[in-house]
């Protein structure tokens, strides 16, 4: 006998069409395999006349869709169970699934902005009424990140996370690192491949990676956190030039999501472009792909690999989800593990000034003698040692650019040492400071 449960989808645009298109090709497998039976009985749209006309022309699993612009009534629906929210942004989606929740409905959302704003409130909401949320697709888009850390990791200690989580981001670096594309020849095909938010500040700002690191790392160290703690830089400034003078040195520039577990039980939490060695297995990860290094103390080093984003990957997620609260484990799981923002205490987080990190500097620097001795002279009192440094033999007496890389040196040194070296008469200024990631400490040694 199969278990027929209702679902009311909040939004059909690039995950909602996936989510769709999965749930009705697939229908007889999962009823065999799992006994649950889906009933989708409301598409909630904001443009019912176009949705309803493409709708009727459609063939196959999107012909004749219950569309509706009636929100509240899909969630009031007593024969509705679980609320699938793939519509996006803030509000009304807060609401909705609020309203979800305290009618005891469980919840599935790929909404990482959401989670990583409202997600205390909304958990806390959820265990009141004894419903869940899941939110597998809210990070790494197809990969089961939040599953792993929540199930398949929980006899390890976690220790450090590692990321490239957005993938609207790393499509745009690989495009720029591997074809010469401009940034807006390559953030137009990520849009034009369903990658990017609606609004791509969110994608190229780095605050989407923020966001899932927020989720990630809470998960991974028994923490909540807020995304505004974690520090953050894009890849909007980042020069093609750079990108081109770290692969000459062996490295491969990607945004990252850090999160660190500190001696002192700290956090360390970052996001930015990163200088990562070409043999790092996250060097390898190009174009929409994610990738998400994982150390735990018993495992060591993991690597969950997969499409981060895009209509079908994330809606498998959202349809994994809808199995798991389905067939009730993920209930369970939700209603037992004291790991979610609800039922944890608020991250310590350390100050960006005391990172630990080696450096990638380049400088404009009039090619005059004395200028590398003035360079060095400023790093040195600052405790920073030197480990590499390069400059193009040409316009001598002119601007060029020297590339400077470092050993481990204190972030809040680095800083005050390139503030002073900045106001030297032979450097222009702004010098181009990025952080350089080793390989994974499994590996170091081998
Ligand atoms: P999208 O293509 O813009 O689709 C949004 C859908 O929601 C549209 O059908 C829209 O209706 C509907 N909608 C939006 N606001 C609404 C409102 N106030 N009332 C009723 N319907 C509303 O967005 P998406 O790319 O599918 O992303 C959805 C969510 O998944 C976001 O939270 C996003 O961060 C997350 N996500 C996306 C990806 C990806 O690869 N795209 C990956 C992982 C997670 P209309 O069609 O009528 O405008
Ligand atoms: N905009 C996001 C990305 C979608 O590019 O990775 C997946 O969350």
């Not at 609207?168 to 690989?174: G, V, Y």
């Amino acid at each position: 006998m199969s278990d027929r449960v209702g679902i009311a989808l909040l939004g059909y645009g690039t995950v909602g069409k996936g989510v769709v298109q999965i749930l009705r090709d697939q229908a007889a497998r999962f009823e065999q395999r799992t006994g649950v039976t889906f009933d989708l009985r409301h598409v909630v749209v904001r443009d019912l006349q176009k949705h309803r006309s493409e709708s009727e022309k459609a063939e196959g699993v999107h012909r004749g869709l219950p569309f509706t612009t009636d929100a509240q009534a899909a969630i009031n629906d007593p024969d509705v169970k679980i609320v699938v929210e793939v519509m996006g942004g803030i509000d009304p989606a807060a609401k909705y699934l609020a309203d979800a929740l305290k009618l005891g409905k469980h919840v599935i959302t790929a909404n990482k902005s959401l989670l990583a704003e409202k997600g205390p409130a909304l958990f806390a909401t959820a265990r009141t009424h004894h419903a869940c949320i899941a939110f597998e697709a809210s990070c790494g888009g197809g990969i089961p990140i939040v599953e792993s850390l929540t199930r398949g990791l929980l006899a390890n200690r976690i220790d450090a996370l590692v990321g490239i989580v957005n993938g609207t981001c790393n499509a745009i670096l690989t495009r720029m690192t591997k074809n010469g594309w401009t940034y807006a020849q390559a953030l137009a095909e990520a849009q034009s491949l369903g990658f990017a938010e609606a609004d791509p500040t969110l994608d190229v700002s780095g605050a989407d990676a923020a966001q899932k690191l927020a989720l990630l790392a809470g998960l991974a160290f028994d923490a909540r956190i807020n995304p505004r703690d974690i520090h953050l830089e894009g890849i909007t400034t980042l020069e093609p030039l750079d990108i081109k003078f770290a692969g000459e040195l062996g490295y491969v520039v990607k945004l990252l999501a850090i999160g660190e577990r500190t001696t002192e039980g700290k956090l360390v939490l970052r996001v930015h472009p990163t200088l990562v060695h070409h043999t790092d297995v996250l060097a390898e990860v190009s174009g929409g792909f994610n990738a998400i290094s994982v150390y735990g103390n018993a495992l060591g080093h993991a690597l969950f690999y997969g499409r981060g984003a895009g209509s079908m990957p994330t809606a498998s997620a959202v349809v994994s989800d809808l199995l798991s609260v389905g067939i009730g484990a993920a209930p369970a799981a939700f209603a037992k593990l004291r790991i979610y923002p609800d039922c944890v205490e608020q991250a310590m987080v350390e100050p960006i000034g005391d990172l630990r990190s080696r450096y990638y500097l380049r400088l404009l620097a009039r090619d005059v003698p004395g200028t590398i001795a003035q360079i060095s002279n400023c790093l040195g009192r600052h405790g920073i040692s030197i480990s590499a440094i390069l400059q193009r033999e040409d316009n001598g007496g002119k601007f060029v650019p020297i590339v400077i890389t470092t050993h481990i040196a204190i972030e809040g040194n680095v800083a005050a040492a390139l503030a002073e070296i900045d106001q030297l008469a032979c450097i222009q200024p702004a010098t181009v400071k990025l952080r350089i990631i080793d390989q994974p400490r499994e590996f170091a040694e081998s």
